[in-house]
């Protein structure tokens, strides 16, 4: 077979959809995780249980509330909502786990394409793995949420204006809100990019050579943003020092590789400036939409590794393309995209990632920065059928997402509802009202942000489950010596 052959588009779609197959194969039946089962799924449960009124889902409270209006004008619940409407939840992870994969494996498809403008064959393809090997996206694409959704149309998106597509650029740019309105990210990307190169030609007295529709998604999706109360949702109101502290912990803690990745774009960036001028107009446009990832990302009031997902592919990209301008060959961005993979492949599950603080050791939102938290998943299914097998009509006190896992059988978790299962506040081990609790009552504590409790002779220790590094996830109860019970 020929180079040709082996790089038409099908081909590269179908080899890389195997290869996700094969990798991520013992999860295609996965429940919902962490934040997708208090989010996008409880949401489709509400739309259910109220015949998808829309109106009434506008008034409710949002998702730090404890709300069903996570995502108001997101496209994933409501299409989760028919899914479990129509087919069993099994079949539904199993459809939505294939779709996920298809996102991933169209993405690379689209990015090897781009890629091919500047490297080689070879090199594209090790361009690709370094970014499917990332511990972050490998992890998104054998679970279920709606990154991957962002990502495939942003990346259609950032191809058509690679092309020279620009309404098709910017329709699903719009599209891509729909499914996330962090896309609104890329919409400003198109925006600054397009008065900067407005701006160039005006110095220069030249017509602009790319058209004002690069301007709509953004306007568009600020309105929206209005509408769907996601205006100031996200945003951090720490100081600059704060966020950039903050910051440095995350890349310590979660994507180290990406924190070099962005230094690297810095470093080149401000070297070939100087040297050569940003003459390229697309490694332009990549260069405003990665700082400007990164740049939201430090301003998110609460940042989940996981968003980093959609940044990937065009910020190791945009790395590679800068040292192939900057050193005027493929050799170190062949090296770069050597090391990535290699640490990929080293960091599947966060075997050399820091490690976690105790109280947070089996949270979801962290445990995402790798397929560690498939490990937690899988524990967390056990956990919830040891409760339910032994403990289903006991009074028990849980985190909130166990809470949801126990108290929705739709999620996959337990075949019947635990009706007396009730959340815990993050310092109820500390409280007057755990001190007065009844020797009966049960409580499962998982370091899910929750203080843990000093357990000593007075307490009953029911199941502990260590399957991961840190803190256990313990049941307990009081022996029966103390309380008022």
Same mark, same amino acid.
């Given at each position: 077979?020929?180079?040709?052959?082996?790089?038409?588009?099908?081909?590269?779609?179908?080899?890389?959809? *195997?290869?996700?197959?094969?990798?991520?194969?013992?999860?295609?039946?996965?429940?919902? &995780?962490?934040?997708?089962?208090?989010?996008?799924?409880?949401?489709?449960?509400?739309?259910?249980?109220?015949?998808?009124?829309?109106?009434? @889902?506008?008034?409710?409270?949002?998702?730090?509330?404890?709300?069903? !209006?996570?995502?108001? *004008?997101?496209?994933?619940?409501? *299409?989760?909502?028919?899914?479990?409407?129509?087919?069993?939840?099994?079949?539904?992870?199993?459809?939505?786990?294939? @779709?996920?994969?298809?996102?991933?494996?169209?993405?690379?498809?689209?990015?090897?394409?781009?890629?091919?403008?500047?490297?080689?064959?070879? $090199? =594209?393809?090790?361009?690709?793995?370094?970014?499917?090997?990332?511990?972050?996206?490998?992890?998104?694409?054998?679970?279920?949420?709606?990154?991957?959704?962002?990502?495939?149309?942003?990346?259609?998106?950032?191809?058509?204006?690679?092309?020279?597509?620009?309404?098709?650029?910017?329709?699903?740019?719009?599209?891509?809100?729909?499914?996330?309105?962090?896309?609104?990210?890329?919409?400003?990307?198109?925006?600054?990019?397009?008065?900067?190169?407005?701006?160039?030609?005006?110095?220069?007295?030249?017509?602009?050579?790319?058209?004002?529709?690069?301007? @709509?998604?953004?306007?568009?999706?600020?309105?929206?943003?209005?509408?769907?109360?996601?205006?100031?949702?996200?945003?951090?109101?720490?100081?600059?020092?704060?966020?950039?502290?903050?910051?440095?912990?995350?890349?310590?803690?979660?994507?180290?590789?990406?924190?070099?990745?962005?230094?690297?774009?810095?470093?080149?960036?401000? &070297?070939?400036?100087?040297?050569?001028?940003?003459?390229? =107009?697309?490694?332009?446009?990549?260069?405003?939409?990665?700082?400007?990832?990164?740049?939201?990302?430090?301003?998110?009031?609460?940042?989940?590794?996981?968003?980093?997902?959609?940044?990937?592919?065009?910020?190791?990209?945009?790395?590679?393309?800068?040292?192939?301008?900057?050193?005027?060959?493929?050799?170190?961005?062949?090296?770069?995209?050597?090391?990535?993979?290699?640490?990929?492949?080293? !960091?599947?599950?966060?075997?050399?990632?820091?490690? @976690?603080?105790?109280?947070?050791?089996?949270?979801?939102?962290?445990?995402?920065?790798?397929?560690?938290?498939?490990?937690?998943?899988?524990?967390?299914?056990?956990?919830?059928?040891?409760?339910?097998?032994?403990?289903?009509?006991?009074?028990?006190?849980?985190?909130?997402?166990? &809470?949801?896992?126990?108290?929705?059988?739709?999620?996959?978790?337990?075949?019947?509802?635990?009706?007396?299962?009730?959340?815990?506040?993050?310092?109820?081990?500390?409280?007057?009202?755990?001190?007065?609790?009844?020797?009966?009552?049960?409580?499962?504590?998982?370091?899910?942000?929750?203080?843990?409790?000093?357990?000593?002779?007075?307490?009953?220790?029911?199941?502990?489950?260590? =399957?991961?590094?840190?803190?256990?996830?313990?049941?307990?109860?009081?022996?029966? $010596?103390?309380?008022?019970?």
């Amino acid at each position: 077979m020929n180079e040709h052959k082996l790089e038409h588009p099908l081909f590269l779609f179908i080899s890389v959809t *195997l290869i996700l197959l094969t990798a991520n194969g013992e999860y295609l039946f996965d429940p919902p &995780y962490w934040d997708a089962q208090g989010g996008s799924f409880l949401q489709a449960a509400w739309l259910i249980e109220n015949s998808f009124d829309y109106l009434w @889902l506008f008034h409710e409270k949002g998702y730090m509330q404890g709300g069903p !209006n996570v995502y108001y *004008l997101n496209i994933v619940p409501l *299409l989760y909502a028919v899914f479990l409407i129509f087919i069993k939840p099994a079949l539904v992870f199993f459809i939505l786990h294939l @779709l996920n994969i298809f996102c991933t494996a169209v993405t690379c498809v689209v990015f090897y394409r781009i890629a091919r403008s500047v490297f080689s064959s070879g $090199l =594209s393809v090790l361009f690709c793995f370094a970014c499917l090997l990332n511990p972050i996206l490998s992890g998104q694409t054998a679970g279920i949420n709606m990154e991957l959704y962002l990502l495939l149309f942003s990346a259609l998106s950032i191809y058509c204006f690679h092309v020279g597509k620009y309404p098709l650029a910017v329709i699903l740019c719009i599209s891509a809100y729909f499914f996330k309105s962090s896309a609104i990210i890329l919409g400003m990307a198109y925006g600054v990019f397009y008065l900067a190169e407005s701006v160039k030609s005006l110095l220069k007295k030249e017509k602009p050579s790319f058209p004002y529709t690069l301007c @709509l998604p953004v306007f568009i999706m600020v309105i929206l943003s209005f509408v769907s109360s996601d205006s100031d949702r996200y945003f951090s109101q720490s100081n600059l020092m704060e966020k950039i502290s903050r910051f440095q912990e995350e890349i310590v803690h979660h994507f180290p590789d990406q924190g070099l990745i962005l230094a690297l774009i810095i470093v080149t960036a401000v &070297y070939y400036f100087f040297k050569h001028g940003l003459k390229n =107009s697309f490694m332009n446009f990549l260069l405003i939409y990665t700082l400007g990832c990164y740049a939201a990302y430090s301003n998110c009031f609460w940042p989940l590794p996981r968003y980093t997902a959609s940044y990937i592919f065009p910020a190791f990209l945009c790395s590679g393309f800068l040292l192939a301008k900057t050193f005027r060959n493929q050799l170190m961005a062949f090296l770069l995209f050597s090391s990535l993979s290699i640490f990929g492949m080293m !960091n599947q599950h966060g075997k050399f990632l820091p490690k @976690l603080h105790p109280q947070i050791s089996r949270a979801g939102a962290n445990l995402e920065r790798s397929r560690e938290y498939l490990t937690d998943l899988e524990a967390n299914i056990r956990t919830c059928r040891f409760i339910e097998n032994n403990y289903a009509d006991a009074e028990i006190g849980v985190s909130r997402n166990f &809470y949801w896992m126990l108290t929705n059988p739709f999620l996959g978790y337990v075949t019947r509802t635990v009706e007396k299962a009730f959340i815990l506040s993050s310092d109820y081990f500390q409280s007057e009202a755990f001190d007065l609790k009844n020797a009966d009552t049960l409580y499962l504590y998982a370091p899910h942000f929750i203080r843990p409790p000093e357990l000593n002779d007075h307490f009953q220790i029911l199941y502990v489950d260590q =399957s991961l590094e840190g803190t256990p996830v313990v049941l307990f109860k009081k022996s029966g $010596l103390t309380g008022n019970g």
